[in-house]
């Protein structure tokens, strides 16, 4: 069965703290996997996409990884400011145009 | 920029009302989709369009029918609506953009509730 899932479900850190979120999945066959930021009240954006062949991936702070192999994936945010407190989606996508989201992380960050 | 645009934002609904949720992109993209959001469950395909002139059946269809009226414009259509059915609905579009590299713009949500 195809799935997508994140750890941890919720998150609170210090700002300027670093983190890590966590992705694994199930799917096949893998197309690519994207990272989304959604916001209180807002729809999902794009952070970052990765196929098969990329290891990793910066979008300024954010800095996804994927390990095809062992199915896993990672977003690392560096220097934690008030405006990442969100919520971050997996979405992992099948050849044949089938996508699979997982069920996010609710990241906080306090000062 | 648009980009994709849902209307209403906000609408409650007596059991056993109807509704239309309206979405509209201005991206050119083929793909349109309308997903619900729950708590603790993600984001579910409810219906989807890849391309002018046809849709089909996502995760959780039942309850909802959709149209996709032209190239830009995708609605969701609820006959009779039920309390299980309040949510966040997001509309999104994607195009690809090379082999298998599909973008996704997500518009920014209908919260809607059932009494």
């Known amino acids: 069965k195809n799935q997508v899932e994140q750890s941890p479900q919720s998150l609170i850190i210090l700002e300027g703290k670093n983190c890590t979120l966590q992705c694994n999945y199930t799917v096949s066959p893998f197309s690519n996997l994207r990272w989304y930021k959604q916001d209180t009240g807002r729809g999902p954006v794009s952070l970052t996409i990765?196929?098969?062949?990329?290891n990793t991936k910066s979008n300024g702070r954010y800095t996804a990884t994927l390990d095809a192999d062992t199915k896993q994936s990672s977003l690392h945010i560096t220097a934690s400011q008030l405006s990442d407190s969100a919520s971050y989606i997996c979405?992992?996508?099948?050849?044949?145009?089938?996508?699979?989201f997982g069920t996010g992380t609710s990241l906080t960050v306090i000062p | 920029n648009a980009g994709v645009t849902q209307t209403p934002k906000f609408q409650v609904l007596k059991t056993g009302q109807s509704m239309t949720l309206q979405c509209a992109q201005d991206?050119?993209?083929?793909?349109m989709y309308w997903y619900r959001q729950d708590p603790g469950m993600g984001l579910r395909l409810i219906y989807y369009s890849a391309s002018e002139g046809t849709t089909d059946k996502g995760e959780v269809p039942n309850g909802y029918n959709v149209s996709r009226l032209n190239k830009r414009e995708f609605s969701l259509r609820l006959e009779s609506a039920a309390p299980s059915q309040t949510s966040v609905y997001f509309c999104?579009?994607?195009?690809?953009?090379?082999?298998?590299?599909?973008?996704?713009?997500f518009g920014s949500g209908t919260r809607l509730t059932v009494v």
């Open positions: 979405v992992v996508s099948a050849i044949g145009n089938q996508f699979y």
């Open positions: 990765m196929t098969f062949s990329e």
């Open positions: 999104a579009s994607s195009e690809a953009r090379g082999p298998f590299r599909m973008g996704y713009t």
């Open positions: 991206m050119n993209h083929n793909s």
